[in-house]
Nanobody
Framework: QVQLVESGGGLVQAGGSLRLSCAAS????????MAWFRQAPGKEREFVAA????????YYSDSVKGRFTISRDNAKNTVYLQMNSLKPEDTAVYYC?????????????????WGQGTQLTVSS
């Protein structure tokens, strides 16, 4: 059983920055692929970024590439999402997700554990 707890959401002005954190339980966190997804009101949940275990390769959606950075600290069982140059269209609930099988893709169905989400609101 893996528990994921997100933190760091809030209200920020357009152009600002924020960092989300996701603390995970589980003795084998370092073997999980971790990802961030988001869901805006009235829209489907979408992939934002992922980081694999081992080499820590990163993947981003086109909408955040160059502005967001995903990273992980295996010693702290924590994954981060640094968000810069925020836009109003980044407003959403952000979810942390874990793929305990160590895959490397953006499909929602590949992730078997999810956090409760943290709200990000970007004002214009």
């Amino acid at each position: 059983q893996v528990q994921l707890v997100e933190s760091g959401g809030g209200l920020v002005q357009a152009g600002g920055s924020l960092r989300l954190s996701c603390a995970a339980s589980g003795r084998t966190f370092s073997s999980y692929t971790m990802a961030w997804f988001r869901q805006a009101p009235g829209k489907e949940r979408e992939f934002v970024a992922a980081i694999t275990w081992g080499a820590g390769r990163t993947y981003y959606s086109d909408s955040v590439k160059g502005r967001f950075t995903i990273s992980r600290d295996n010693a702290k069982n924590t994954v981060y999402l640094q968000m810069n140059s925020l836009k109003p269209e980044d407003t959403a609930v952000y979810y942390c997700a874990a793929d305990t099988f160590g895959g490397s893709d953006s499909r929602i169905t590949s992730y078997d554990y999810w956090g409760q989400g943290t709200q990000l609101t970007v004002s214009s």
